[in-house]
């Protein structure tokens, strides 16, 4: 098993009700990529939902970016603990912190005692309502 080559993006729509997407299944301990092109580069209004599929624990990390282009790389990684059969939502993700030297954002997922297991929500908030 793998987990997916990106993390897929939901661009949400203003006055309209969304669909909740199937999302990015993660199977693997491993880093997956949101990438620029899916996201704008609007960082600042892009959140992660993470849903714990009943396995175990999660650690899901934001990692921190490259300066430049994320001058505030400094403060290092978001680390968001899931405990099992919970979900979180992460965010918003500020590309100031988190880009890469591409553009992307990279999380990361670490099972407890095993391999990760999670479906993963990516939304674009809208920039205006």
Known sequence: MANPAKLTVTPLVPGTPPDRPAGSTIDTNGTVPIEVADFGGYGGWLVIEVIESNTRA???KVLAG???PAVRSGLGDLTVAITQNTGKVIGPIE???FAQKDGDIHVSFTGTGGAAAATV???LLPKAV
């Open 58 to 60: 999660l650690t899901v």
């Open 66 to 68: 490259d300066n430049p």
């Open 95 to 97: 590309t100031a912190r």
């Open 121 to 123: 929500r990516t939304y």
